[in-house]
């Protein structure tokens, strides 16, 4: 059987489960040299780039302002508009919401979100960026996932006097505000806000129908993201949280670490009430006939295993919220409320 692969191609939720993980060996420059050459001769090629480009000592003077990312890390850049290279598909996403996709002039593969974000050139993924190509595009900020990504290489781009602004969202309710500091950073204000206040609508219309505060107790979840090993999600994931939305309760909330690995004696022990399986494309069915061996399981015998294969759900940007809803939408089907 297949043991889980941080990153996974097409989200952000292999590596954000994963966040522990020793960052992955810095790409080559072999882009744009021959790969007989020696590391120290790419190496010196690479400095002479960034010396020409103005990079490694600074660029020319020009009218510059200062906003706090995500983290409330004070960021300089010159004024918009700018040049910017975003590392995660979350961010590229959360960029175009707040009006700044024009602005964007390279991303890392799978930031397929909007459509026209798939016209944007490729320098690496949510692992690793080609440097060199990087450096090549003079851009005047790097947009990062602090929890995530490749930390050696988010150190080498500060390094060389590119500013990066970090940019995460931990809850549902972080969504509006990253993009409003978006806004601030791109100068698209105007464009941020009514994404925001879109934003906030939306979870307060999804608070409102499926939120605590109905008949009857929360139901607990199980919510599955990979097989053979079990992994879920801890209480600081965005998945627990959209949940929480749904009026459930993640029966591993307790867990500090944002992607547990859990036996089946856990499992079994803390026996939820549903458990979903939060698979790729064609693989739900297959995770939950494993949970049907265990015929004590409340939610076997009750029938509540879902299936939900919408990989939005995994993502860091605004499309969460249609994939939120959904699961809602399948968590009130199978509760019909009886907790």
């Known amino acids: 059987m297949r043991a889980p692969t941080y990153p996974r191609p097409r989200d952000d939720r292999r ?37 020409c480009l103005g990079l ?33 598909p979350g961010a590229t996403e959360m960029l175009f919401a707040a009006g700044a996709g024009g602005q964007v002039i390279a991303t890392v593969e799978y930031s397929d979100e909007p459509p026209a974000a798939r016209r944007l ?12 190509r990087l450096v090549a595009l003079r851009p005047d900020v790097v947009v990062a996932w602090p929890a995530g990504g490749n930390p050696a290489q988010r150190e080498k ?76 999600v801890g209480g600081q994931h965005l998945m627990s949280d959209a949940l929480a939305l749904c009026g459930a309760r993640n029966v591993f909330a307790d867990l500090p670490e944002a992607g547990p690995l859990v036996d089946t004696e856990a499992v079994i022990g803390r026996d939820p009430d549903i458990i979903i399986a939060a698979a790729p494309p064609g693989e739900g069915a297959a995770w939950l006939a494993d949970w049907k061996r265990f015929a004590t399981l409340a939610a076997v015998r009750s029938g509540r295993l879902v299936v939900f294969e919408d990989q939005a759900l995994s993502r860091l940007g605004p499309s969460v919220i249609d994939a939120t809803e959904g699961l809602c939408r399948a968590i009130a089907r199978v509760s019909r409320g009886n907790y």
Request: hydrophobic content about 45%.
């Open 15 to 51: 590596a954000a489960l994963r966040t522990g993980l020793a960052p992955s060996p810095l790409r080559g420059v072999s882009a744009y040299t021959d790969g007989r050459l020696s590391t120290a001769i790419r190496s010196s090629a690479f400095q002479a780039l960034t010396l």
């Open 56 to 88: 490694a000592g600074g660029g020319p003077a020009s009218a510059a302002h200062t906003v706090s990312d995500d983290l409330s890390r004070e960021v300089t850049v010159r004024d918009p508009p700018l040049r910017i290279v975003s590392l995660t």
């Open 121 to 132: 050139t490729r320098i690496g993924d949510v692992a690793a960026v080609d440097m060199e």
């Open 157 to 232: 781009i500060a390094r060389l006097n590119i500013p990066v602004y970090e940019q995460q969202v931990v809850r549902l309710t972080d969504l509006p505000v990253s993009v409003r500091r978006l806004g601030a950073l791109a100068g698209t204000g105007a464009a941020a806000e009514r994404a925001a206040h879109d934003i906030e609508a939306r979870l307060a219309a999804l608070t409102r129908t499926y939120g605590a505060g109905g008949a009857g107790k929360a139901p607990t979840v199980l919510l599955q993201v990979w097989n053979r090993p079990v992994y879920t």
